[in-house]
């Protein structure tokens, strides 16, 4: 491990503490990994506990995959199911729909899961920059290299509301993307049009003879009546961008 990547792990550890039992919400993603194998290595899998919150706006892979990460790291994980499509400003779908999921998840740690499971302490990790992928190779994470993957709700254009059907159809044809090769993209919800996004490098690819029938057949399923190919390629907060004005 280089002295740069200790150096941030210790200030990692150091933000931590030393709480009698720490909770961490946990996605199974890089910033959250870290954190917990972080966690773990500073006050061991007794004393840690990462807390998934599982919703429809979760595909069943990425859940899978949250789970291997904590076997690996050897915390122990905890499924809460969150509610946040019961909330209207949540389904309407504005700029503000992550705060309401995310109000969703801590409130149910705090009043339900912290005393039931003796945290003293909850920890959250924000986006960092790309040097976290360092540290999550140094800690020989196997989501070091994983691509950042938004929640489903995200593939709706903002005040589109979000459904339980719109995110089905999403996840499905994702999913089929996915065992198609095409293990980065993002699906977006244009009511009967699904608009792939993906890597510039898979944009020729993915309309050559085979694969685009495939993708065709494979995103139809999913209940959508066109496909899209958006030959910008994939673009991360594509629908939120578009709400920040540009000043010239």
Known sequence: MSNAVADAVAKVATA?????????????????????AV????????????ILGVSPS??????????AVA?????????????????????????????????????????EVAARYGLT????GEHADDAIRAVAHALGLPSADKPAAPCLASRIPHFQEVTPEKLRQVEAAESA????????CRVRHHGDIARIELPVEDLVRAVSTGLREDIHRAVTAAGFRFVALDVAGIQSGAF?????????
Do not use: Q
């Not at 993307?177 to 980065?184: A, D, I, N, P």
């Not at 939120?240 to 010239?248: D, K, N």
């Open 16 to 36: 931590i503490g030393r709480p009698a039992r720490l909770g961490v919400a946990f996605s199974g993603g890089v910033d959250s990994s870290v954190l917990l």
């Open 177 to 184: 993307l996915r065992s198609l090769g095409l293990r980065e």
């Open 121 to 124: 302490a909850v920890a959250y």
């Open 58 to 67: 979760l595909a069943a892979d990425e859940r899978a995959a949250a789970h």
């Open 71 to 111: 076997a690996y790291i050897g915390a122990p994980i905890l499924e809460i199911e969150t509610h946040e499509g019961d909330n209207p400003a949540y389904r309407a779908n504005g700029p503000d729909r992550c705060f309401h999921c995310k109000d969703e998840l801590f409130t149910h740690i705090s009043d």
């Open 39 to 50: 966690a773990v290595r500073a006050l061991g899998p007794r004393r840690t506990l990462a």
């Open 240 to 248: 939120t961008l578009s709400l920040v004005p540009v000043r010239g």
